[in-house]
């Protein structure tokens, strides 16, 4: 219940209070917007067992990365590395923050949209003070985070319990099966994956699971459990969310609003309204706060791989708290906070999530063609990683084909690394001068930082061992 606790705590988020707009903008009707979500829901559910088996198998921290870079080597690993750096944390940060800044702003330009700069310098604003917090004290950026989830719980709760009060009363005529499916346009099938990418930035954060495999007591058993609970929860919490949404508003409505659950709360909570606001504000700020803390884990990984410069790696001598890659990660947030705008922006990082997941699930199907004497504590069907990755192809193909600009310029960024790689990692004998140069910026760097090198783990750096497979099959029912 620990481990299911988690992972509610990481996928449900802003999210929920964002993709409704784009899941039924894409989807054209109401009815088909709900199936999304509970299909979206099915599809991370897949995802999860997937790297269950993984995150037991390759037991090392830094989740996606770690294991491609174990499986296919250092290459494939650099480019997961270099888009999650690059585009993933940094533009799923900017949504966050730039939903922050809509929902807090929101009362107060009631009937127009929050002007540019304002959204922006406010979610600089946030983003500078949660990267400062997160450089001070792990403890209080912890705290934080605990104390902020109650505000997701809190508004879901209330948008849900109102949702359902509505519907008691009779007001549930847009969601009768002849109205819900009286389609505004025919969606092609392309715009219906692009639907699929919206419902899925709320559903991310499913393979944080992967970064607790190793202090779960009874992991094969565990872990299943685990994704077997919260993952139908989520999609039920977030399917009753949609429900309350559209019991208030009609689908003209929801899309022209820019604030969703303000909408909603103006609509139902008359005086109240005011709490819906400050909910979600609350949420997002823990949102942030929760990716920030993330983001220096991967970076860490990657610095120790060498695939990242030594200075990622280091920690402030006293306060323990990975300075140089939180400052990394604010600077490439605030970059695109001012280049991007929200549902682009949510294809954009959703594309190359789902890119990055499809190649790590397909690693585990190599890897099991390639070492297939080694130990799994955790087994799945081989229909589950199938399954997954026939969706997983559709659903890219056809989003590339409908948006060739948002999702390919994604694509070309992760190709950027190819070079990068070669010329910073694998290029070994470089010139004296270029060694110079960077350890005179390192150095420089840890006296403005107060930064060191962390002692390792050396259970971490141990390698894998390959051991007969004699674990029975909880997943599929083998032995």
């Known amino acids: 219940y620990v481990v299911s606790g988690f992972s509610l705590r990481n996928i449900i988020g802003s999210g929920i209070f964002i993709s409704p707009k784009g899941v039924l903008e894409h989807s054209g009707s109401v009815g088909l917007a709900l199936i999304v979500w509970v299909l979206g829901g099915c599809i991370a559910a897949l995802g999860s067992l997937c790297y269950a088996e993984l995150g037991v198998t390759i037991p090392k921290s830094g989740g996606d990365y770690s294991y491609v870079t174990e499986i296919f080597g250092g290459l494939v690993g650099f480019l997961l590395l270099w888009s999650a750096v690059l585009i993933?944390?940094?533009?799923?940060?900017?949504?966050?923050?730039?939903?922050?800044?809509?929902?807090?702003?929101?009362?107060?330009?009631?009937?127009?949209?929050?002007?540019?700069?304002?959204?922006?310098?406010?979610?600089?604003?946030?983003?500078?003070f949660l990267t400062w917090v997160n450089c001070s004290s792990v403890r209080l950026a912890t705290r934080i985070q605990d104390v902020f989830t109650v505000g997701k719980l809190a508004a879901l709760g209330l948008i849900i319990v109102v949702g359902l009060v509505q519907i008691c009363k009779g007001n549930y005529?847009?969601?009768?099966?002849?109205?819900?499916?009286?389609?505004?346009?025919?969606?092609?099938v392309g715009q219906v994956a692009l639907a699929f990418l919206q419902a899925s930035?709320?559903?991310?954060?499913?393979?944080?699971?992967?970064?607790?495999?190793?202090?779960?007591?009874?992991?094969?058993?565990n872990l299943p459990r685990a994704i077997y609970i919260s993952i139908p929860l989520v999609t039920f919490v977030y399917t009753l969310t949609n429900i309350a949404y559209f019991s208030a508003m009609s689908p003209e409505e929801l899309l022209s609003s820019n604030a969703v659950a303000v909408t909603f709360g103006e609509k139902l909570l008359g005086m109240f309204s005011v709490i819906m606001p400050i909910s979600v504000a609350l949420s997002t700020f823990g949102g942030i706060n929760g990716y920030l803390f993330t983001s220096s884990r991967l970076c860490f990984s990657g610095a120790r791989e060498g695939h990242l410069p030594s200075l990622l790696a280091m920690i402030h001598f006293k306060n323990c708290t990975p300075?140089?890659?939180?400052?990394?990660?604010?600077?490439?947030?605030?970059?695109?906070?001012?280049?991007?705008?929200?549902?682009?922006?949510?294809?954009?990082v959703s594309f190359i999530n789902y890119l990055s997941y499809g190649v790590t699930i397909a690693g585990l199907l190599y890897y099991r063609w390639k070492k297939p004497k080694l130990y799994r504590p955790i087994k799945v069907n081989l229909l589950v990683p199938v399954t997954y990755l026939m969706f997983w192809a559709m659903l890219l193909g056809f989003s590339l084909y409908s948006e060739p600009v948002v999702?390919?310029?994604?694509?070309?960024?992760?190709?950027?690394?190819?070079?990068?790689?070669?010329?910073?990692?694998?290029?070994?004998?470089?010139?004296?001068?270029?060694?110079?140069?960077?350890?005179?910026?390192?150095?420089?760097?840890?006296?403005?930082?107060f930064v060191v090198f962390p002692q390792f783990d050396p259970i971490e750096i141990s390698p894998i061992e390959e051991w007969p497979d004699k674990s029975s099959n909880i997943l599929s029912g083998k032995s």
């Open 173 to 188: 005529e847009g969601l009768t099966p002849h109205v819900a499916f009286e389609f505004s346009r025919t969606p092609s």
């Open 88 to 128: 993933m944390y940094p533009t799923t940060l900017a949504v966050i923050a730039l939903t922050f800044s809509n929902y807090v702003l929101q009362p107060v330009f009631p009937d127009c949209v929050p002007p540019y700069m304002a959204t922006r310098l406010l979610s600089t604003v946030c983003l500078l």
């Open 201 to 221: 930035f709320a559903f991310s954060g499913w393979n944080f699971l992967n970064y607790v495999t190793e202090e779960v007591v009874e992991p094969r058993r």
């Open 323 to 348: 300075i140089p890659a939180l400052l990394c990660c604010c600077t490439a947030t605030i970059v695109i906070l001012c280049i991007g705008e929200t549902h682009n922006l949510i294809n954009y």
């Open 407 to 449: 999702c390919g310029v994604g694509l070309v960024i992760m190709l950027t690394g190819v070079p990068v790689y070669f010329l910073g990692v694998h290029w070994k004998s470089k010139p004296k001068c270029i060694y110079d140069f960077i350890e005179s910026a390192t150095y420089v760097a840890q006296r403005l930082c």
